[in-house]
């Protein structure tokens, strides 16, 4: 059995980009050698043209040194008067944890090289032996939060470098809310059908073959802000299986958009600061704002 602790490690909330959270050792040493930073910021103004508020595509772990902010950035965490992030906690590993063993672990589970088809279990089994736990381990662990712990066994950026935490520093002394919270997050996998479960690991086992070759391809884009890369991400991948793609991503985007209007309703301006994902493609959250009357532009 897994203890609380050596748990705590594998809690990092990236439910699209699993495995690509990580970069390669040296990219923050090769940032010199990049575009400069643009990542993900929106202005989001009334059919008037008023700012209502902003949103920010964050990502949840960053290698040591890599420099995000821009003068875009610094603007509306300064401007905003309340800060919407999908977890508000993030510090309380511990919290997390426990929420994580709440939800994860079952007795009497099969094998996990079980639970994927036949010709994975080779390459699930390369994957076990390159984390810190063996197949006996997963034996009360559920399949979706084995494909998660396994998802950061390539992983290098330290959630403690976060863009999500850094913000919510950021605004200490103002007003910070949670679009979820650990548990209703934690929950979405908890509540999969087991067949999307399978799914979702058999994709982490298959990414993460593949990780070596894409390295930092992930980071980059949301860094530099593409659009398009970032969008082709939540299409491919573990997220072309579409259940799994309506329960990560689409899904919460609507339930998003329903909060973040009733908070732009109000008379303060917020901040969204969510995973870079939420903010592309025609199901992201700027589209969807922009179907309830508000202009949603990039801003500079």
């Not at 610094?74 to 800060?83: F, G, K, N, P, W």
Request: negative net charge; contains cysteine; charged residues 30%.
């Amino acid at each position: 059995m897994l203890s609380r602790s050596s748990l705590t490690w594998a809690i990092v909330p990236c439910l699209l980009f699993l495995n690509a959270c990580g970069s390669a050792p040296d990219d923050a040493g090769k940032q010199a050698d990049r575009p400069a930073p643009n990542p993900l910021v929106f202005e989001i103004s009334s059919a008037d043209g008023e700012v209502e508020g902003w949103m920010l595509g964050t990502i949840h772990a960053l290698p040591d040194g890599v420099e995000w902010r821009t003068s875009a950035t610094t603007r509306v965490i300064d401007e905003a008067d309340l800060l919407l992030v999908e977890v508000a906690d993030l510090a309380d590993s511990e919290g997390i944890a426990k929420v994580f063993a709440q939800l994860s672990t079952s007795p009497d589970l099969p094998d996990l090289l079980g639970r994927v088809s036949p010709d994975k279990r080779t390459a699930l089994a390369k994957l076990v032996d390159k984390s810190r736990f063996s197949v006996s381990d997963f034996r009360s662990i559920e399949t979706w939060a084995a494909a998660l712990m396994l998802a950061q066994v390539r992983a290098q950026g330290d959630p403690a470098n976060g863009v999500d935490r850094a913000v919510i520093v950021d605004f200490d002394g103002r007003d910070i809310r949670e679009l979820e919270g650990a548990m209703a997050q934690l929950s979405i996998f908890d509540e999969l059908p087991l067949a999307d479960q399978r799914d979702l690991l058999e994709g982490v086992v298959a990414e993460t073959q593949l990780q070596e070759d894409q390295s930092g391809r992930l980071r980059q884009a949301w860094l530099t802000g593409d659009e398009q890369a970032l969008e082709e991400a939540t299409t491919t991948g573990i997220m072309a299986d579409k259940e799994l793609r309506d329960a990560l991503l689409i899904d919460r985007n609507k339930d998003w958009t329903e909060q973040i209007v009733d908070v732009l309703d109000a008379e303060d301006k917020p901040l969204v600061a969510v995973g870079a994902a939420h903010l592309v493609g025609e199901d992201g959250l700027p589209a969807m704002l922009r179907a309830r009357g508000y202009k949603v532009d990039r801003a500079n």
